[in-house]
């Protein structure tokens, strides 16, 4: 079992920044690949970035690109999302997970485990 625990998450005004958290308990963190997903009231789960063991392969949506960076430090057990140039859009509960293997990064069937999810909200 791996646990996900979320944080970093709130309130900020378009235009700014946020950095979310993923911290990890439970097996080996680094035999993980790390997912972020995102779910909007109304709406269904969504992709957001993904990077792989090592940190040198990463993956973003397009509505992302450029704006949000993903990155992982496996000593800490840790994986991060920095979050720039927020949108109103952006505003979505954003979840965390895990896969031992991953054939395709943007669905989240493909994930073993997930966090309880971090609210974000960005105000017009």
């Known amino acids: 079992q791996v646990q996900l625990v979320e944080s970093g998450g709130g309130l900020v005004q378009a235009g700014g920044s946020l950095r979310l958290s993923c911290a990890a308990s439970?097996?080996?963190?680094?035999?993980?690949?790390i997912g972020w997903f995102r779910q909007a009231p109304g709406k269904d789960r969504e992709f957001v970035s993904a990077?792989?063991?090592?940190?040198?392969?990463?993956s973003y949506a397009d509505s992302v690109k450029g704006r949000f960076t993903i990155s992982r430090d496996n000593a800490k057990n840790t994986a991060y999302l920095q979050m720039s140039s927020l949108k109103p859009e952006d505003t979505a509960v954003y979840y965390c997970?895990?896969?031992?293997?991953?054939?395709?990064?943007?669905?989240?069937?493909?994930?073993?485990?997930w966090g309880q999810g971090t609210q974000v909200t960005v105000s017009s």
């Open positions: 439970g097996r080996t963190f680094s035999d993980y690949r």
């Open positions: 997970a895990a896969a031992r293997i991953l054939r395709t990064v943007i669905s989240s069937t493909e994930y073993d485990y």
């Open positions: 990077i792989n063991l090592t940190g040198g392969g990463r």
